[in-house]
């Protein structure tokens, strides 16, 4: 005769571990980061670094991306001319290499046509730089 067996301990909830991570600032042309005193979206990913770190969370910034010169200003371009705009100019920075084993997140200050974070995930990307996600500020529009 089968036995009835008796229920399972109920399991505790744990919380999860902290993760590491590795925030990759979106680069900006460099006349632009002139005006604003540097690569400001390198000084934002610095910042929230300092934030996520003070919370036990193991952060990274990775400066691996860099807008070579030729891009022009992107106010006023619509998808297809972001995109253009940006073909060939998007370089990865061997020096800013995120780390292996850390998920990576691009970070950028607007997203307003998402040519730019496209642009970011590719050039990743062609690098075999796999990326979770894409954070940024503020949408225009």
């Known amino acids: 005769m089968p036995r ?11 919380r999860p571990a ?14 632009a980061a002139r005006v604003r005193g540097g690569p400001h979206v390198e000084r934002l990913a610095n910042a929230a670094a300092s934030v996520l770190a003070a919370r036990g969370i193991e952060v990274v910034v990775a400066p691996a991306l860099e807008l ?5 200003d992107a106010v006023g371009l619509d998808r297809a001319e972001r995109t253009a705009n940006l073909a060939g100019r998007l370089r990865f920075r061997r020096a800013g290499r995120p780390p292996p084993g850390f ?14 974070a496209a642009a970011c995930v590719r050039a990743l990307g062609e690098e075999g730089i796999a990326v979770a996600a894409v954070l940024t500020l503020l949408a225009a529009g």
Not at 4 to 11: D, K, L
Not at 18 to 31: E, G, K, T
Not at 68 to 72: D, K, L, N, P, V
């Open 18 to 31: 902290n993760r590491a991570l590795c925030l990759v600032p979106a680069p900006s042309r460099p006349s």
């Open 103 to 116: 998920p990576v997140v691009v970070l950028d200050d607007v997203v307003t046509t998402g040519a730019t």
């Open 68 to 72: 070579a010169g030729g891009a022009r």
């Open 4 to 14: 009835a067996s008796s229920p399972a301990p109920p399991v505790k909830a744990r």
